[in-house]
């Protein structure tokens, strides 16, 4: 279980405080931003009407993602779709990072889960006032009836802790298993089996999970 218990940080002094990063967290997630920049210039290098198997599946997680926003939005233009869809190839490349040996999915560590979770509260809030106005996104919070306002709060804040524990719990729980499957059998054929099921079966599902919640919110808050 070491590999869960030992934590490699990097620690400064700022105005008098001390500032701990965790270095495999972000190096992970600057590895994998890096992953999506270059599959992106590659894939929109040379578009062609014959595309490139690059081009091909760029296309697809667009067109897929595209309807999804559309039909949950009910917009005329695409302002949400970058976020959508870009919050879904991050997570899925987050996700499934971990198959690849020495490296650390970013999902594990509770900061990266928590800090999406808190961005995608941030948007759709600022959104529900954006497009409700002020009066008419406060309103909301006394629905059905007045004294409902403390619920109505909680369940918001609730949204936040559900969304986040729940990635952080299923990646941190496909890792645990697969490290104490690992000392169980010294590493033969079930560790790989099992890192390839919960990286790529379980990844994309919490991925795709964690997108589409986050769609939902942002929709809840504008209509």
Same mark, same amino acid.
């Given at each position: 279980m070491e590999e869960l218990t030992t934590? !490699?940080?990097?620690?400064?002094?700022?105005?008098?405080?001390?500032?701990?990063?965790?270095?495999?967290?972000?190096?992970?997630?600057?590895?994998?931003?890096?992953?999506?920049?270059?599959?992106g210039l590659l894939a929109t290098r040379q578009t062609k009407l014959v595309p490139n198997p690059l081009q091909s599946m760029a296309e697809i997680i667009i067109t897929v993602f595209d309807d999804l926003v559309r039909d949950a939005l009910e917009l005329?233009?695409?302002?949400?779709?970058?976020?959508?869809?870009? &919050?879904?190839?991050? &997570?899925?490349?987050?996700?499934?990072?971990g198959i690849i040996p020495?490296?650390?999915?970013?999902?594990?560590? &509770?900061?990266?889960?928590l800090g999406l979770g808190i961005l995608g509260f941030v948007i759709a809030h600022y959104s +529900?006032?954006?497009f409700k106005g002020f009066k008419g996104y406060l309103n909301e919070y006394f629905q059905p009836i007045f004294f409902m306002l403390p619920l109505n709060i909680i369940s918001e804040l609730a949204k936040v802790v559900s969304i986040s524990f729940r990635l952080f719990g299923n990646i941190m729980g496909g890792s645990i298993i697969i490290i104490v499957v690992s000392h169980l059998v010294y590493s033969l054929?079930?560790?790989?089996?099992? !890192?390839?099921? /919960?990286? &790529? /079966?379980? +990844?994309t599902i919490q991925a795709f999970v964690f997108t589409m919640l986050t769609l939902?919110?942002?929709s809840v808050q504008i209509r």
């Open positions: 934590i !490699s940080q990097w620690t400064f002094m700022f105005g008098g405080y001390q500032v701990v990063f965790n270095s495999a967290t972000l190096i992970n997630t600057w590895m994998i931003m890096a992953v999506l920049i270059i599959f005329d233009d695409r302002r949400y779709f970058p976020l959508i869809c870009g &919050l879904f190839m991050f &997570l899925l490349l987050s996700n499934i990072w020495t490296f650390q999915e970013p999902t594990r560590d &509770l900061n990266t889960p +529900g006032i954006k054929v079930l560790p790989p089996f099992l !890192s390839v099921f /919960f990286g &790529l /079966f379980v +990844g939902v919110y942002i």
